[in-house]
């Protein structure tokens, strides 16, 4: 336990601060305080000392510099076992400081707002994370709180025990360090992206995120789990149960597909894999030609759309469980409808700028990438074969390359121009991937003659093009890139196949 005699309080966020300081004041605790949050405490009839009273030293330079005093410092940082320590503080009048309590500047909030850049660098604050990291550093005999959902754990410690434990101090130690760390990593970003210099792939690593929710387990219930940043921004939960770590996956899947189209679209996925998608003219008609492709597979899945939930749609998503629905609105009395499947999520999807930067963790490191984003180069196709596609086709195709960039390697995608008739995920063998996205169609009683192929990436040998010309594929779309391109082609010609090599591969692992 440490005794507390003095407490110095500096808080931009005043979120209980009154009641805190009236407590510690009735344990007897002594308080200092600096102009702001002076101001208020003693307005509040409390006894503080300004800490210009006690330095000796005015602010100045319009608030900039308040507390980078030794007084201040020196009460912080002296080591409460160390004699040669207390006789140097001594010797100057200063008294050991034992709580500290401060917050910081908004410079996040400020730059998210949107101000002006000299604003922004106002908001830096220089004082507040020197005392801080002071604090922690001598956690051993100093209380440290940087965040006021602390106040009531520390009151209910001092008021039963006197002072606080060395776990409670080593615990709001860490907090002051990752919130410092967070701190300049958003003002390091900021100054990169204002100078032009930002590099999504730098030289440094840095990520700092709060955790925003936890989670009941991971993929599996021994793992525990935890969601980190501000994803509920963009994907607000109306109904339902608690999001799991699997809904969060196939959540963030299933927008990056259908925020690929601007007309009236649907998906439905199903462990990060779409196992149908479809465009129409009206959301209604996107859902239900979506849930052709694999209504056995659809079963529990996640429903992500585009367009608003109206009575008539939601009266067609309760005809099967889902897991998620996903929509930017529901009309009032589709809500009232969906609502009658309690365990059910639906979820407000707000459109925004995806991620950049894919971040994965492996065995010692972090592997980053660009995201797989952005517009296709259409110009930049190339008809491979002897026939070129007709207008019909290359529309197919357009579509089931969108697609097929979101279904797991080895991938393969039969559509039509507006939804997909049969898709391969996720197998060893591209030609197992054709036959089963083949058999996945015939299943669902959809023919694919007259339909095209997307492949994720080239076709190593020509059997995976002749497992779609035995299907009635008419059209295919891939990367190209083989050593056995000409093969290929020649298969394809052979069975008058229209082709298009796009340059660009779409693994996704």
Same mark, same amino acid.
């Not at 500096?10 to 805190?20: A, H, P, Q």
């Not at 409808?337 to 894919?358: C, D, E, M, Y």
């Given at each position: 336990m440490n005794t507390i005699r003095r407490a110095?309080?500096?808080?931009?966020?005043?979120?209980?601060?009154?009641?805190?300081a009236q407590f510690l004041v009735d344990q007897g605790i002594s308080l200092i305080s600096t102009g702001g949050t002076w101001s208020v405490l003693q307005k509040a009839g409390l006894p503080v000392t300004q800490v210009q009273d006690m330095t000796g030293f005015p602010e100045m330079l319009d608030g900039r510099v308040k507390t980078l005093h030794p007084a201040v410092h020196g009460g912080i940082l002296a080591r409460r076992d160390q004699t040669s320590h207390l006789e140097q503080i001594a010797a100057q009048n200063i008294e050991p400081i034992d709580l500290v309590i401060i917050n910081l500047y908004p410079f996040e909030e400020t730059v998210a707002a949107g101000a002006a850049f000299a604003d922004c660098v106002e908001q830096i604050d220089i004082g507040g994370p020197a005392m801080l990291r002071s604090a922690a550093k001598n956690h051993d005999a100093?209380?440290?709180?940087?965040?006021?959902? *602390?106040? =009531?754990?520390?009151? =209910?410690?001092?008021?039963?025990?006197?002072? @606080?434990?060395? *776990?409670?101090?080593?615990?709001? $130690?860490?907090? #002051?360090?990752?919130?410092?760390? +967070?701190?300049?990593?958003?003002?390091?970003?900021?100054?990169? &992206?204002?100078?032009? @210099?930002?590099?999504?792939?730098?030289a440094q690593l840095l990520i700092s995120a709060p955790r925003e929710q936890e989670l009941r387990y991971g993929e599996n219930p021994h793992q525990a789990a935890a969601l980190y940043g501000s994803f509920l921004d963009a994907f607000e939960k109306l109904h339902g149960k608690e999001l799991s770590y699997n809904n969060i996956v196939d959540i963030d899947a299933a927008a990056a597909l259908i925020d690929e189209f601007d007309e009236p679209a649907a998906a439905i996925i199903k462990h990060t894999n779409p196992c149908g998608c479809a465009v129409s003219t009206s959301i209604f008609d996107a859902y239900a030609a979506a849930l052709t492709t694999d209504p056995l597979s659809a079963y529990g899945g996640i429903i992500a759309l585009n367009r608003e939930v109206d009575i008539r749609l939601a009266k067609k998503l309760n005809e099967m469980f889902? &897991?998620?629905?996903?929509?930017?609105?529901?009309?009032?009395?589709?809500?009232?409808?969906? %609502?009658?499947?309690?365990?059910?999520?639906?979820? +407000?999807? +707000? %459109? !925004? @700028?995806?991620?950049?930067?894919? /971040?994965?963790?492996?065995?010692?490191?972090?592997?980053?990438?660009?995201? *797989?984003? !952005?517009?296709? /180069?259409?110009? *930049?196709?190339? #008809? /491979?074969?002897?026939?070129?596609?007709? &207008?019909?086709? %290359?529309? =197919?195709?357009?579509? $089931?390359?969108?697609?097929?960039?979101h279904v797991k390697s080895n991938a393969i995608v039969y559509t039509s121009a507006e939804k997909t008739l049969g898709i391969g995920a996720g197998q060893m063998s591209r030609v197992d991937s054709a036959a089963i996205a083949a058999m996945k169609a015939g299943n669902a009683e959809l023919s694919l003659e007259g339909s095209v192929m997307a492949s994720d990436a080239f076709f190593p040998f020509a059997d995976g093009l002749l497992e779609a010309v035995k299907a009635g594929v008419t059209a295919v779309i891939q990367p190209g890139g083989s050593v056995r391109d000409e093969e290929v082609i020649a298969a394809a010609d052979a069975h008058d196949i229209a082709m298009i090599f796009t340059g660009t591969r779409h693994f996704k692992h």
């Open positions: 110095l309080i500096s808080v931009y966020d005043k979120t209980g601060i009154l009641e805190f100093v209380t440290v709180v940087c965040d006021p959902v *602390d106040y =009531a754990h520390i009151k =209910a410690q001092i008021g039963a025990e006197g002072g @606080t434990t060395a *776990d409670t101090r080593r615990m709001l $130690a860490r907090k #002051v360090f990752a919130l410092t760390a +967070r701190y300049d990593h958003a003002i390091a970003t900021y100054f990169s &992206e204002k100078s032009g @210099t930002f590099e999504a792939l730098d889902s &897991e998620v629905i996903i929509a930017p609105s529901f009309a009032d009395d589709a809500m009232d409808t969906l %609502r009658q499947k309690k365990n059910r999520r639906l979820i +407000r999807h +707000r %459109r !925004g @700028t995806p991620a950049a930067v894919q /971040v994965k963790s492996v065995k010692n490191g972090y592997l980053c990438q660009m995201a *797989d984003s !952005g517009p296709e /180069v259409r110009e *930049d196709w190339k #008809v /491979v074969t002897k026939r070129a596609p007709d &207008e019909k086709e %290359r529309s =197919a195709m357009t579509f $089931a390359w969108t697609v097929c960039k």
